[in-house]
């Protein structure tokens, strides 16, 4: 096959997975190996390549995303465990009993529980935990529970660009680097992010105040903790382990930051630790490793599947020529500010693509469009990383969304309605952070 049909074929191969994960046909691990293998097929009856050489591509693939999957493993299991330990619980708890009917600090404790609840990166379970606890608290201080998910969703999203964070995770299993790097990278945009979300609980907690919100509402910090998660009753509860755990995961994210190891090494010591003191016994550990291993399981085959994807697509070149061929239709003059302008198009894209088909399926295209210009591949991921994360729980193609939308009682199209322009507002700012501070550069 000529350069012009490898890259027919590469567009087919991508074009093929986003549809098959936008109309739900199938999981992502299916789809990528699937399609992937189709592809192979072609290549291989064409006489593009041989089986073997297909085979040598496909274990270079999967050998560049192990690692991203192990990471994930552990860290699912190592939050998992604090979980089911009542750590966040009680720090959740401690908080609610200080809000009483105070408006702007109700908003800006949403903030903090959102925060918190995401550490372990699960949309699902920040939403489950953080708008069963707020929304009776709204609702008896007349804060409208758009508010509440337009909080909710900005801290998610910065906070999801942690590196066992899905989108952080699938970034670098492309650029086939440790997610911990990309991370250290993204961590002054982060913390911008992180400025902008508790500013938008003050001001949106002060739009609510003055459209009358908390006025007679008579809402105390005894009912406020009415909404808080009780953990005497749940048997998995250490509260006598609570100063350790919290030490335990400071110690955990500082060894992140400060020690030149692979990731997944760090959470592994943390799982063995954190279960060895909360969860004395091999039958008890193993039933807590099983209970969490759903959601390992599942994001940990779709890293590997998409292993076989890009190892299909890289390694035979197929991506280079797409790269050759898209980069015919951008102008030489604007090909170095790639990153500057899928960064100000992530928050539109983000209701288009899904969270597989847009960092596996577009950003290796996009690297390979930016090489053609000399641009740093790095700054591509992280300008798409950094200001997607923003929108990712108001798109209507992340599941988790139909979950905060329903726990919360309000339509899809009004929590994008009123979210949008907001969060695309945030991702720009958190953009500028990103060329103030160098991450960024031309």
């Known amino acids: 096959m000529n350069e012009t049909m490898l ?7 991508i074009i093929m997975i986003i549809v098959l994960l936008l109309k739900n046909v199938t999981v992502p691990a299916l789809a990528f190996i699937g399609v992937s293998t189709v592809t192979a097929a072609i290549l291989v009856v064409t006489g593009t390549f041989t089986i073997g050489e297909m085979g040598e591509f496909i274990g270079a693939g999967v050998s560049g995303v192990h690692s991203t999957a192990a990471l994930f493993i552990f860290s ?22 200080k809000v ?27 939403f489950l935990i953080t708008i069963p606890a707020m929304l009776p608290v709204y609702k008896r201080l007349n804060m409208r529970p758009t508010t509440l998910l337009l909080i909710c969703v900005t801290a998610m999203g910065v906070m999801n660009l942690l590196p066992w964070g899905g989108p952080t995770m699938r970034s670098a299993t492309v650029l086939g680097i440790d997610p911990n790097e990309l991370w250290q990278q993204i961590l002054p945009m982060q913390i911008v992010g992180i400025v902008i979300a508790f500013a938008t609980a003050f001001i949106w907690g002060n739009i609510e105040k003055r459209r009358g919100a908390g006025a007679g509402a008579g809402v105390s910090a005894a009912v406020a903790a009415e909404n808080t998660v009780e953990t005497a009753e749940n048997e998995l509860a250490r509260p006598n382990r609570f100063v350790f755990n919290v030490l335990l995961t400071l110690v955990v994210i500082v060894c992140l930051i400060t020690l030149d190891v692979p990731s997944y090494y760090i959470f592994m010591i943390g ?16 039933e807590i490793i099983k209970s969490h291993s759903g959601p390992a399981l599942m994001m940990a085959s779709t890293i590997l599947a998409a292993g076989v994807f890009l190892g299909v697509l890289e390694e035979s070149d197929i991506m280079t020529h797409m790269a050759n061929a898209l980069a015919q239709f951008i102008p030489a003059s604007m090909g170095r500010f790639l990153p500057l302008i899928i960064g100000v198009l992530s928050v539109p894209l983000t209701l288009m693509f899904c969270t597989d088909s847009y960092f596996f399926g577009l ?11 000399g641009v740093n591949p790095a700054h591509i991921a992280i300008a798409m990383v950094v200001c997607r ?13 139909f979950l905060g939308t329903g726990l919360a009682g309000v339509e899809i199209k009004d929590h994008i309605k009123s979210s949008f322009l907001w969060i695309w507002g945030v991702s720009i700012i958190c953009l500028a952070a990103g060329l103030v501070f160098g991450v960024i550069n031309f």
């Open 7 to 13: 890259a027919v074929l590469g567009f087919a191969t």
């Open 76 to 97: 699912v299991l190592f939050f998992g465990i604090m979980t089911d330990a009542g750590m966040f619980d009680r720090i959740i708890n401690a908080l609610m009993k």
């Open 100 to 126: 009483g009917n105070n408006v702007v600090g109700v908003a800006v404790m949403t903030c903090v529980i959102a925060m918190i609840s995401h550490l372990d990166g699960g949309g699902a379970s920040t």
């Open 271 to 286: 799982c063995a630790v954190a279960l060895f003191v909360n969860y004395p016994g091999a039958k008890r550990q193993n």
């Open 363 to 373: 950003l290796p295209v996009l690297i390979g469009i930016g090489n053609e210009f």
């Open 389 to 401: 994360n923003c929108a990712t729980f108001i798109s209507p193609v992340v599941p988790a969304t």
